[in-house]
Nanobody, 122 residues
Framework: QVQLVESGGGLVQAGGSLRLSCAASGNIFRINHMGWYRQAPGKQRELVATISSAASTNYADSVKGRFTISRDNAKNTVYLQMNSLKPEDTGVYYC????????????????WGQGTQVTVSS
């Protein structure tokens, strides 16, 4: 079993910054991609940013230039630095990871965290 635990959400004024963290633990052999998604009230979950095992990154157009995704492979942790936050960035942010477990080394499983609330006030 693998668990993803997010932290770092909260309430911030527009223009402020937050840093989200997501730590993976459990029967991990290797983590492929990691990423952040968000879901605003009444809307579908959307991709924010992803990072591959080789540190190749991908961002939603709405966050390019403001958010930075990074990872620490030794700690099985992914980060999301969010700067110049806007009210439209408000939502629940979910961590996702593609994990190869020690029990099934030929399969990549997708795991999700429980989500962390980010609220940006105007």
């Amino acid at each position: 079993q693998v668990q993803l635990v997010e932290s770092g959400g909260g309430l911030v004024q527009a223009g402020g910054s937050l840093r989200l963290s997501c730590a993976a633990s459990g029967n991990i052999f290797r983590i492929n991609h990691m990423g952040w998604y968000r879901q605003a009230p009444g809307k579908q979950r959307e991709l924010v940013a992803t990072i591959s095992s080789a540190a190749s990154t991908n961002y939603a157009d709405s966050v390019k230039g403001r958010f930075t995704i990074s990872r620490d492979n030794a700690k099985n942790t992914v980060y999301l630095q969010m700067n110049s936050l806007k009210p439209e960035d408000t939502g629940v942010y979910y961590c996702n990871a593609g994990v190869i477990t020690t029990r099934s080394p030929s399969v990549v499983f997708s795991y999700w965290g429980q989500g962390t609330q980010v609220t940006v006030s105007s």
